[in-house]
T-cell receptor
Framework: AQSVTQLGSHVSVSEGALVLLRCNYSSSVPPYLFWYVQYPNQGLQLLLKYTTGATLVKGINGFEAEFKKSETSFHLTKPSAHMSDAAEYFCAVSDPPSNTGKLIFGQGTTLQVKP | EPEVTQTPSHQVTQMGQEVILRCVPISNHLYFYWYRQILGQKVEFLVSFYNNEISEKSEIFDDQFSVERPDGSNFTLKIRSTKLEDSAMYFC????????????FGSGTRLTVV
């Protein structure tokens, strides 16, 4: 069965510092991988996704993530944090053979950005 | 940009009562989903719906739950007899072609069972 582990439930960085949110997955087949962001009192917004092709994917708001099959990882990075990046971030996985498109989410990482 | 709309944003109900959570997916999307997030926990899959029938459901989605697409635009989640542990944020999502395309989530309905 697929699973997702996000290392660190809370990450705190200073404004302008590198953001690194870690995600490891378990899947029996090459997965589809996603990062979602949730701002307070809002829904889940897709940041970026990996399905096939280039392993480094770029998303909105300057975020990017790299799919590393050998490490079963899909870590999210941003070179320079902004105050507006403070939010909850969720990594998710979906097996491509699944026609339903069910997503399995990690437990989430709260990103705090300090001035 | 097209949105998934959920109503109400917050609902309080007494234990044992029936609730219906409503969603209007994006009009050209074909796959529909319900997820829930209990406070402080991860987002959990409940059910997926395609071609007017349930395509997959989780263990959480027992006989107390049902989904409907009654009129081609709305997508509803009904809980027949609510329990305290049903208190959660419920998210509706839709997708044009399934997960590979990426979902669009609604803002959620916070259900509080008292």
């Amino acid at each position: 069965a697929q699973s997702v582990t996000q290392l660190g439930s809370h990450v705190s960085v200073s404004e302008g510092a590198l953001v690194l949110l870690r995600c490891n997955y378990s899947s029996s087949v090459p997965p589809y991988l996603f990062w979602y962001v949730q701002y307070p009192n809002q829904g889940l917004q897709l940041l970026l996704k990996y399905t096939t092709g280039a392993t480094l994917v770029k998303g909105i708001n300057g975020f990017e993530a790299e799919f590393k099959k050998s490490e079963t990882s899909f870590h999210l990075t941003k070179p320079s944090a902004h105050m507006s990046d403070a939010a909850e971030y969720f990594c998710a996985v979906s097996d491509p053979p699944s026609n339903t498109g069910k997503l399995i989410f990690g437990q989430g990482t709260t990103l705090q950005v300090k001035p | 940009e097209p949105e998934v709309t959920q109503t109400p944003s917050h609902q309080v109900t007494q234990m044992g009562q029936e609730v219906i959570l409503r969603c209007v997916p994006i009009s050209n999307h074909l796959y529909f989903y319900w997820y829930r997030q209990i406070l402080g926990q991860k987002v959990e899959f409940l059910v997926s719906f395609y071609n007017n029938e349930i395509s997959e459901k989780s263990e959480i989605f027992d006989d107390q739950f049902s989904v409907e697409r009654p009129d081609g635009s709305n997508f509803t989640l009904k809980i027949r007899s609510t329990k305290l542990e049903d208190s959660a944020m419920y998210f509706c999502a839709s997708s044009r072609t399934g997960a590979g395309y990426g979902y669009t989530f609604g803002s959620g309905t916070r259900l509080t069972v008292v």
